[in-house]
């Protein structure tokens, strides 16, 4: 490639989960307003595009768009916060049961190095890939599950878990912790579907617990210094 060629731009899909895990890391805060001209300076790419990444973050629930007014980071209150985590023990419970009954030991082996990755980064104190691996980890046992549609429902709660966390989090950490999910893992390899299951209900109530579902504290910061 020539040295004068232009850097690759952004795909949709790059600048939404960049725009995501500054959400999940606390540094996109809930109320902040997403202007287009800003994120098109930011990350390079054209308002058109900006206007594509902003609707697919809006179809996630990340993002509610105001006619005449703009783009912001929505802001679930508490009765969707718990709407939310109640909807992921019943899904994800469901998965856990459907993924017992059919998994391999070639996809428990894969389980097994997932976990692994996570360990790895909680070593190295990488905030940003504990956050991705965590959420990938569900994302994964629903994919085995073998169904596309608790896959593409899991998908959307998992984002508003972020956002929701973000908000009402006690803890400054916000991941589920490998430990937990070696935990399952090991379960799941056992075959122990009723024990799996309860695993994973304890592991959403944990995280669950970890949220102070009495405050709302929303200050915003600027978008240049966010995607820096």
């Not at 169904?147 to 991941?175: C, E, K, M, N, P």
């Amino acid at each position: 490639m020539s040295q004068d060629a232009p850097a690759r731009k952004a795909t949709t899909a790059e600048i939404c989960e960049r725009i995501w895990l500054s959400i999940a890391e606390n540094k996109l805060r809930p109320g902040t307003r997403l202007k287009e001209e800003q994120l098109s300076e930011v990350f390079g790419v054209s308002r058109a595009r900006v206007r594509q990444v902003l609707t697919a973050l809006e179809q996630d629930g990340l993002v509610c768009i105001i006619p005449n007014r703009g783009a912001f980071v929505s802001e679930p209150d508490v009765d969707e916060a718990r709407d939310v985590f109640f909807l992921r023990k019943q899904i994800e419970e469901r998965i856990v049961g459907r993924v017992i009954e059919r998994i391999t030991d070639e996809q428990v082996a894969c389980l097994r190095k997932h976990t692994a990755k996570e360990y790895a980064a909680a070593a190295r104190a990488d905030k940003t890939a504990a956050i991705r691996l965590s959420g990938h980890f569900h994302l994964l046992l629903a994919e085995l599950s073998g169904s596309s549609f608790l896959r593409g429902v899991l998908h959307d709660l998992i984002t508003r878990s972020s956002l929701i966390t973000v908000i009402y989090r006690q803890a400054a950490l916000h991941d589920c912790g490998p430990e937990e999910h070696s935990a399952l893992v090991d379960q799941i390899e056992a075959r122990d579907k009723e024990g799996a299951i309860a695993s994973m209900r304890a592991h959403l109530t944990h995280i669950e617990s970890d949220l102070d579902l009495t405050r709302q504290e929303r200050p915003t910061h600027d978008l240049s210094q966010i995607f820096l």
